[in-house]
Nanobody, 114 residues
Framework: QVQLVESGGGLVQPGGSLRLSCVVS????????MVWYRQAPGKQREWVAH???????NYANSVKGRFAISRDNDKNTVYLQMNSLKPEDTAVYYC????????WGQGTQVTVSS
């Protein structure tokens, strides 16, 4: 059974930081490209960042320079370090594993508000 379990979301003030984690089980984690998406209320889900199996990363322009994606293949975990958070970063953040198949987590809420 494949599971992706996100954690680390919460309420943070503008300018603050959060680190999201996604623990993956049931697949060969190291061969998957891992992706973070987010969906704000009333908007479509959007790609945030990804990291390939060999560690290459890419970011949406809206988060470039503020967010950092990383992975620990020994822990089957992908992270999203989010700094200098803005109210427009408020969304449910989803972890996604992509290879020949695609798997999703249940999401974790991030709210940026004073």
């Amino acid at each position: 059974q494949v599971q992706l379990v996100e954690s680390g979301g919460g309420l943070v003030q503008p300018g603050g930081s959060l680190r999201l984690s996604c623990v993956v089980s049931g697949i060969m984690f190291r061969i998957y490209t891992m992706v973070w998406y987010r969906q704000a209320p009333g908007k479509q889900r959007e790609w945030v960042a990804h990291i390939t199996s060999d560690g290459r990363t890419n970011y949406a322009n809206s988060v470039k320079g503020r967010f950092a994606i990383s992975r620990d293949n020994d822990k089957n975990t992908v992270y999203l370090q989010m700094n200098s958070l803005k109210p427009e970063d408020t969304a449910v953040y989803y972890c996604n594993a992509q290879s020949d198949r695609s798997y999703w987590g249940q999401g974790t809420q991030v709210t940026v508000s004073s």
